[in-house]
């Protein structure tokens, strides 16, 4: 929009002739007619300061006239401040000493220049005449040297310096000419216009195409800055910051050189034949008179793009102040942000309001309060503002700001009762201003947190200081409930959990649920119970429980999670599992293992693997979690036992394993009694439970076997007791049971079968034997099964029920008469199994007088031939053949030992062979060795005249002579002798020393 940014006023009238030039010195006006004449005007005041060389507002008077001053009218004048020197081209270029108008030099070789340019800092001067262009050089401050003169294609009718090098309008085109080497590039043509070059302060240029303004940089390349369009051809520019300024056939047009340059002023002012910047206006020559256009002040147009809704030009502006109102200027630049980002705001543009804001720097609850609809905590204190720089001076210079910017700060202090509507909250709390809102708060929260933790560092090192606390016991920072006890009169952390509690609803409301969740796992001071209030209404569990966590609400957060998941609903149900319980738990399970128990039983039911594997993984103490269950779920107490035993078979303690086991055996003993009051008791009928217990018993070690015995029925469980026997040792016993007992001769062999690869495994201990105790097990029945009734009813009346005191006695001496009877027959039978005519076999079939019962051809009655057969057959290669020999009956047939001792013979035959092989190649070898050595003893010395002694250096001559076992050192034999003597002497004395 148009603004006022200048001031026309009518400086000099009523001159006798038309204006051509204009230059001013020490605030008073240099101009030059049509006449030739030079006149110089000055202000009816004169100002007190001398240095102030400003054009005033002001009448403007002759001051002095100097007729005939040119012989030509002058076509451009300009004013070198620092040299107090008056350039001006008329006929030629003449400089001039100010004030007293001293004629210094005329450059005659400038006769017939048409422009010129001046570098007021380097004191260079351009002169385009004709076709050629010149460049001086000021020496001395009176003289001007010719640097370097350069052809040009056409007449110069533009120039300024730029750099090192001049920008030319020749023609109907431009060029970029390097003032040292005269080398030119073009950079466009200039349109149906005459060129026009026009510098910038910053270096820049801005070159004149028909009715736009093109800006390049020095070396003539495009900036992607923009372009100036101008309502006409304009004839001059002027640049005076922030504006250009055309001079165009009917008015003077005036646009600000930022993007996209809108007019700023228009000021009628016909038939201008000249303008030009000087000092701090601009004037322009309207024949006989000469305007100012005076620049408004800054604060005036601030005030003026504010009302008008200029907000982007007014914010350009305050970046003119003078540095010394910084302050003033930070409290403008603050309001206009205000007023822009409440029209912005207002106007559907939030994330640019939203901008404004933020470059404000306004307190975060005041944006906040433009969202009605959040749900804020209340706070103690007033608003902590985010202005580090608000200082009682700078509120006070924000105070003496304009009238107008006063009421626009009033006016921005109260905008929520426009949000008082229905409607109006509506509209902002849609979805475009919450993502706005979201984004504000993102950029405003690191500073605010920062300081919130920077407090609360500060006051937990005081408290140490002052109350002696320890500052190892870590500020729980995360913890609402800690954070609202001990720190009520924190303002930072007000702010700050008024920031995180919206930051909360506006990423849920805006389903940024990956920001909140990361926002919660940081540091955050999310106000609990608004933020658990608003989460339960909307729904959103897993930000719930993530609030739960980071405060440290463990119990709360467990127990929604195991509502969520037995939920009936199907789309809650699909949501949460069972496993989001065992992921939460995990974390828990070093720092709070109680509470990990406690909250399992759900998982432990329906996961049991995933939790145990959480158990294991997290190393959660065994015992702990065994008591836990022992005593709030003794049904999963097998359950996570056995999991945990076929995770890590070593990794469960010999006190776990025990208790798996005795689980088992408890249960299968109640399986027994029910099935035997029953009478449905099958020793060979295996349950579940009772496979787990054989698997267990067989692979684990780590139970006690001799408490477990004493728990077993004398009269069922054989495999159980034959498992645990082989765990003591008692494999006879074992092996007993499983042939006489449970009749399966296949698991006596496999019982074997794993002892002798144990024995592999273990040098020092020879299990080949359990073979041949299985073989007399086949071959002596009776005398087995009398021995196994003997030492398994010891360890069985330790479990029996006590019978009265009658029963008692007679039952004790009974089975110590029949103790006394087996000892006496089994000695009877050890004597006679002196006769070495007669195997163990035999034995056994014999009757208490020492006969033999219902002979057949097979032998004995109740002799395990067959399977003794077997066994020799199978594993051959594992028993003493000699020794089960000797255990075979008498009248065993050899036809039925063919496949026992046909492989056993050739195995000793090949060894046998073997054994020869080797013992050949030892003699050959030894004999290999002793002709070596006759070799090396054959071995010849040749002793001659020049033979020498190694020892005394003398000829060996016919003397008796050594030889060292190199086969080529010689010596004299008592030479030899005596070096031998002398070496054992030293010996002797180095041990008596030592």
């Known amino acids: 929009?148009?603004?006022?940014?200048?001031?026309?006023?009518?400086?000099?009238?009523?001159?006798?002739?038309?204006?051509?030039?204009?230059?001013?010195?020490?605030?008073?006006?240099?101009?030059?007619?049509?006449?030739?004449?030079l006149r110089i005007y000055a202000p009816s005041s004169l100002p007190s300061d001398p240095s102030d060389h400003e054009i005033r507002r002001d009448n403007y008077s002759m001051e002095r006239?100097?007729?005939?001053?040119?012989?030509?009218?002058?076509?451009?004048?300009?004013?070198?401040?620092?040299?107090?020197?008056?350039?001006s081209l008329s006929e030629w270029v003449a400089v001039h000493r100010l004030p007293s108008?001293?004629?210094?030099?005329?450059?005659?070789?400038?006769?017939?220049?048409?422009?010129?340019?001046?570098?007021?800092?380097?004191?260079?001067?351009?002169?385009?005449?004709?076709k050629r262009v010149i460049i001086y050089r000021l020496d001395g401050g009176r003289e001007f040297v010719e640097v370097k003169e350069f052809s040009v294609p056409d007449t110069v009718r533009s120039m300024a310096w730029c750099g090192d090098n001049i920008c030319l309008g020749i023609r109907r085109e431009y060029v970029i000419m390097n003032s040292i080497t005269g080398a030119l590039s073009d950079i466009f043509p200039s349109g149906r216009s005459p060129p026009l070059v026009v510098s910038l302060p910053t270096g820049q240029l801005l070159l004149g195409k028909d009715n736009i303004g093109v800006f390049v940089d020095q070396n003539g390349k495009l900036l992607q800055e923009g372009k100036i369009c101008w309502s006409d051809t304009p004839t001059t520019v002027v640049i005076h910051r922030p504006y250009a300024v055309a001079r165009l056939p009917r008015h003077i047009e005036i646009r600000s050189l930022r993007a996209p340059n809108p007019l700023i002023q228009m000021v009628v002012l016909r038939d201008v034949n000249l303008l030009l910047q000087i000092n701090n206006c601009i004037v322009a020559a309207q024949g006989n008179s000469l305007h100012g256009l005076m620049p408004v002040p800054i604060g005036a147009q601030i005030v003026q793009l504010t009302a008008s809704g200029e907000f982007e030009e007014a914010l350009a502006l305050c970046k003119l102040l003078p540095p010394e109102d910084s302050s003033l200027r930070a409290s403008k630049e603050s309001s206009i942000h205000m007023r822009y980002g409440h029209y912005l705001f207002d106007n559907g543009n939030?994330?640019?309001?939203?901008?404004?804001?933020?470059?404000?720097?306004?307190?975060?609850?005041?944006?906040?309060?433009?969202?009605?609809?959040?749900?804020?905590?209340?706070?103690?204190?007033?608003?902590?503002p985010d202005k580090a720089e608000s200082t009682e001076s700078s509120s006070q210079l924000s105070r003496q700001s304009s009238d107008a910017s006063d009421e626009m700060e009033a006016g921005s202090t109260?905008?929520?009762?426009?949000?008082?509507?229905?409607?109006?909250?509506?509209?902002?709390?849609?979805?475009?201003?919450?993502?706005?809102?979201?984004?504000?708060?993102?950029?405003?929260?690191?500073?605010?947190?920062?300081?919130?933790?920077?407090?609360?560092?500060?006051?937990?090192?005081?408290?140490?200081?002052?109350?002696?606390?320890?500052?190892?016991?870590?500020?729980?920072?995360?913890?609402?409930?800690?954070?609202?006890?001990?720190?009520?009169?924190?303002?930072?952390?007000?702010?700050?959990?008024?920031?995180?509690?919206?930051?909360?609803?506006?990423?849920?409301?805006?389903?940024?649920?990956?920001?909140?969740?990361?926002?919660?796992?940081?540091?955050?001071?999310?106000?609990?119970?608004?933020?658990?209030?608003?989460?339960?209404?909307?729904?959103?569990?897993?930000?719930?429980?993530?609030?739960?966590?980071?405060?440290?609400?463990?119990?709360?957060?467990?127990?929604?999670?195991?509502?969520?998941?037995?939920?009936?609903?199907?789309?809650?149900?699909?949501?949460?599992?069972?496993?989001?319980?065992?992921?939460?738990?995990?974390?828990?399970?070093?720092?709070?293992?109680?509470l990990v128990l406690e909250?399992?039983?759900?998982?432990?039911?329906?996961?049991?693997?995933?939790?145990?594997?959480?158990?294991?993984?997290?190393?959660?103490?065994?015992?702990?979690?065994?008591?836990?269950?022992?005593?709030?779920?003794?049904?999963?107490?097998?359950?996570?036992?056995?999991?945990m035993l076929s995770m890590s078979e070593t990794g469960i303690n010999p006190n776990l394993q025990n208790e798996l086991v005795q689980l088992y055996l408890s249960e299968v003993l109640d399986w027994y009694r029910v099935m035997k009051e029953e009478q449905k008791w099958d020793e060979k009928e295996l349950s579940p439970t009772r496979k787990k217990l054989i698997s267990t018993l067989e692979v684990i070690s780590g139970y006690n076997a001799e408490n477990l015995l004493k728990r077993l029925p004398t009269d069922a469980l054989f495999e159980e007791r034959a498992i645990l026997l082989g765990k003591i040792n008692q494999h006879h016993l074992a092996l007993s049971l499983y042939v006489h007992k449970l009749q399966l001769p296949e698991k006596a062999v496999a019982y074997c079968d794993r002892l002798y690869d144990e024995g592999l495994n273990q040098p020092t201990r020879s299990n080949s034997n359990i073979y041949l105790t299985l073989l007399q097990i086949y071959l002596n029945p009776r005398k087995t099964a009398r021995d196994s009734q003997r030492k398994v009813a010891p360890v069985a009346s330790q479990v029996a029920p006590k019978p009265a005191n009658s029963k008692l006695k007679g039952g004790f001496r009974l089975s110590k008469k029949v103790v006394e009877i087996e000892f006496a027959e089994e000695a009877r039978f050890s004597a006679s199994g002196t006769d070495s005519g007669r195997s163990d076999g035999d034995m056994d079939e014999l009757s208490e007088d020492g006969q033999c019962q219902s002979q057949d051809e097979g032998g004995c009655k109740g002799i395990m031939l067959n399977e003794a057969m077997d066994l020799l057959s199978k594993r051959w290669d594992r028993i003493n053949g000699a020794?089960?020999?000797?255990?075979?009956?008498?009248?065993?047939?050899?036809?039925?030992?063919?496949?026992?001792?046909?492989?056993?013979?050739?195995?000793?035959?090949?060894?046998?062979?073997?054994?020869?092989?080797?013992?050949?190649?030892?003699?050959?070898?030894?004999?290999?060795?002793?002709?070596?050595?006759?070799?090396?003893?054959?071995t010849v010395v040749k002793i001659d005249a020049d033979s020498m002694c190694t020892l005394c250096h003398k000829r060996m001559g016919n003397s008796a002579f050594a030889i060292y076992p190199n086969g080529k050192t010689l010596a004299h034999f008592v030479c030899y002798r005596d070096s031998q003597r002398s070496k054992s002497g030293r010996s002797r004395a180095q041990s008596r020393h030592l």
């Open 350 to 384: 939030y994330e640019e309001a939203m901008e404004q804001f933020f470059a404000s720097q306004v307190d975060t609850t005041y944006i906040l309060s433009l969202y009605p609809s959040l749900i804020l905590p209340k706070v103690a204190h007033t608003t902590l």
């Open 414 to 594: 109260a905008p929520t009762q426009l949000g008082e509507l229905d409607e109006k909250e509506a509209k902002k709390m849609n979805h475009n201003a919450l993502m706005a809102l979201v984004k504000y708060l993102q950029k405003r929260r690191s500073a605010i947190i920062e300081r919130a933790t920077v407090e609360v560092t500060d006051e937990v090192v005081s408290g140490a200081v002052h109350d002696g606390l320890s500052l190892s016991d870590p500020y729980r920072l995360k913890s609402s409930k800690r954070r609202v006890q001990a720190h009520v009169s924190s303002v930072a952390r007000e702010t700050a959990t008024v920031l995180d509690t919206a930051l909360l609803q506006g990423l849920v409301l805006t389903n940024q649920l990956k920001g909140v969740l990361d926002m919660l796992k940081g540091m955050n001071y999310c106000d609990l119970k608004i933020c658990e209030e608003f989460l339960k209404e909307m729904n959103h569990y897993i930000v719930l429980l993530e609030l739960y966590k980071c405060n440290g609400m463990h119990h709360e957060a467990l127990k929604l999670l195991n509502q969520l998941v037995e939920e009936t609903n199907t789309e809650i149900s699909e949501k949460f599992k069972p496993n989001m319980i065992i992921n939460y738990l995990k974390p828990l399970c070093r720092s709070d293992p109680m």
């Open 883 to 938: 020794q089960a020999l000797k255990l075979l009956p008498r009248d065993t047939k050899l036809q039925n030992l063919l496949t026992f001792l046909e492989p056993l013979l050739k195995n000793s035959s090949e060894h046998l062979r073997n054994y020869l092989v080797i013992k050949n190649l030892n003699s050959r070898e030894n004999l290999q060795v002793k002709e070596e050595l006759y070799k090396h003893r054959k």
């Open 1 to 37: 929009m148009v603004h006022g940014a200048y001031d026309p006023t009518e400086l000099v009238k009523g001159c006798q002739a038309r204006i051509d030039a204009v230059a001013s010195h020490s605030g008073k006006l240099l101009l030059g007619f049509s006449d030739c004449s």
């Open 599 to 643: 909250s399992s039983l759900y998982v432990l039911e329906r996961c049991p693997t995933e939790t145990i594997e959480l158990f294991l993984s997290e190393n959660v103490p065994a015992n702990l979690v065994n008591s836990y269950l022992k005593q709030h779920a003794p049904n999963l107490q097998s359950t996570y036992l056995e999991l």
């Open 65 to 87: 006239s100097v007729n005939s001053f040119w012989r030509r009218a002058p076509t451009t004048m300009e004013v070198s401040h620092s040299r107090d020197l008056l350039l």
């Open 101 to 130: 108008l001293e004629s210094l030099v005329a450059i005659g070789k400038t006769k017939g220049a048409n422009v010129f340019s001046w570098d007021d800092r380097r004191g260079f001067l351009c002169v385009g005449k004709q």
